[in-house]
């Protein structure tokens, strides 16, 4: 079976449109969603309906909580926080059930995804280099787990006594008895200085997980953040960079 995992699409429907034409031409059977649904984009109501529409088995992110007032906006940036409070304006009563809804974790074909990190989730920590990716990882005994939330993407395994730490695109081999965490990257607003859209493809078949990018029209998403006057700039000028 082919599993796509998306994460961190941010409401940016021009991004989640283009992932999931890729979803529908390349023999994927399902899609799993580790978080950030909404926050940032122009389009949150739009996207949430997307996730549902397609049933995706999904987990919470820090932002999808934060629209629905389960999770406060202490600490977030300005950007991020002016942007929660237009988008919780945006959301209907079922997309905020939706969102309110959804748990910290969960297991689905095999795999277990969280947000953050597997070690605490409700902390939502960054797992920024590899001693905390290492550290993340040593919590889990699953031999697979799904991660967003740093927006960079990345595959790290152990097993053997050895390990191994993948941040480029690529098809790599999930080995029989080595534990993986995952980290598939942003659909709607990258951050590793490649604007194209990443998703993680599992194979569980091949036995493979695939960093995947997948080019969407940037500018479209741009400006429709741009048209409106309670997101901030910023939010438009960083999808060009990936940053
Ligand atoms: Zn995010």
């Avoid at 748990?103 to 797992?127: C, F, K, N, Q, T």
Wanted: charged content about 20%.
């Amino acid at each position: 079976m082919r599993i796509a995992v998306l994460s961190d699409i941010h409401a940016n429907v021009e991004a989640l449109d283009a992932v999931l034409a890729h979803v529908a031409s390349a023999r994927i059977e399902t899609c799993l969603v580790v978080g950030d649904v909404v926050g940032y984009g122009a389009d949150p109501a739009g996207c949430v309906e997307r996730i549902m529409r397609i049933d995706a088995a999904s987990v919470a992110g820090n932002h999808d909580w934060a629209a629905v007032g389960r999770l406060g906006i202490e600490a977030f940036n300005e950007s991020a926080a002016a942007a929660i409070r237009w988008t919780a304006s945006q959301l209907g009563s079922a997309h905020k059930a939706y969102l309110q809804d959804l748990p910290l974790e969960r297991r689905e074909a095999g795999i277990l995804m969280v947000h953050s990190s597997p070690r605490d989730p409700a902390e939502w920590p960054y797992l920024a280099d590899l001693r905390e990716v290492r550290r993340a990882a040593s919590s889990v005994e699953d031999p697979l787990c799904v991660v967003g939330h740093s927006h960079v993407p990345f595959v790290y395994g152990r097993g053997d006594g050895h390990e191994v730490f993948h941040r480029n695109p690529g098809v790599y081999p999930l080995r029989a008895g080595w534990r993986y965490l995952v980290n598939v990257g942003s659909v709607g607003q990258p951050r590793d200085g490649d604007p194209r859209s990443s998703v993680g493809i599992v194979d569980s078949d091949a036995r493979t997980v695939e960093l995947l990018r997948i080019p969407y029209p940037v500018r479209d998403a741009q400006a429709k953040i741009r048209a409106i006057a309670a997101l901030p700039d910023f939010l438009a000028w960083r999808l060009q960079w990936g940053v």
